[in-house]
């Protein structure tokens, strides 16, 4: 089963609005990643967030972890068109410190120009 | 995707054939892994491999089987392809886990 749950699992917007996702994990972790995939495509990674860290920002990305309630969430400032992919959390689980990672099913967000 | 190249892009197979598909890496990561990517699954681990000739099972291993004798090289085998396993295939790389992944662009496998 997978260890990280997007909600929503769609999401559309307007070019400029903001968008937010959240990721639920059910395990301790080391960190968090977020990921994004445009349609046919591998995925790319985004940004990192520790176990430690409880707010990152990169560029109009910002990164939240509460990890008191295994939760994360993703918010895309000011979105493009261009941002118009899926987007995945994983987690680094410490019951599988540093061999892999476990992903979500992903939310896909959909930004109208 | 720089770095990551999975042959072939597209395939299309018979129920009971055997499959190879590849996954080359130029960054000399020493982390190799094969994921499928289904709808309603996103990306569920088949198998990955932490060095030359050291691999170990993910989540869906059942009628796959991988190889890896060269560091750059992570070969992923379906000893005889079944409808079920008609999906996406992801080939990833990493030096350190918490640096994150490197995918590949994907082999879309259709098995007839």
């Known amino acids: 089963s997978q260890q990280g749950e997007e909600d929503p699992q769609a999401l559309s917007i307007q070019e400029g609005e903001n968008a937010t996702m959240n990721c639920s994990y059910k395990?301790?972790?080391?960190?968090l990643q977020w990921y994004r995939q445009n349609s046919g495509r591998g995925l790319v990674h985004l940004i990192l967030i520790r176990s430690n860290e409880r707010e990152k920002h990169s560029g109009r990305l910002r990164v939240t972890l509460d990890t008191s309630k295994k939760s994360s969430s993703l918010l895309i400032t000011a979105s493009r068109a261009a941002d118009t992919a899926s987007y995945f959390c994983a987690t680094d689980d410490r019951e599988t410190s540093g061999s892999r990672l476990t992903f979500g099913e992903g939310t896909q967000l959909t930004v109208n120009p | 995707d720089a770095g990551i190249t999975q042959s072939p892009r597209h395939k299309v197979t018979e129920t009971g054939t055997p499959v190879t598909l590849r996954c080359h890496q130029t960054e000399n990561h020493r982390y190799m892994y094969w994921y499928r990517q289904d709808p309603g699954h996103g990306l569920r681990l088949i198998h990955y491999?932490?060095?030359?000739?050291?691999?170990d099972k993910g989540e869906v291993s059942d009628g796959y089987s991988v190889s890896r004798s060269k560091t750059e090289d992570f070969l992923l085998t379906l000893e005889s392809a079944t409808s079920s396993q008609t999906s996406v295939y992801f080939c990833?790389?990493?030096?350190?886990?918490?640096?994150?992944?490197?995918f590949g662009s994907g082999t879309r496998l259709t098995v007839v």
């Open positions: 395990t301790s972790i080391n960190n």
């Open positions: 990833a790389a990493s030096g350190q886990i918490r640096y994150g992944y490197t």
């Open positions: 491999s932490y060095g030359v000739k050291d691999t």
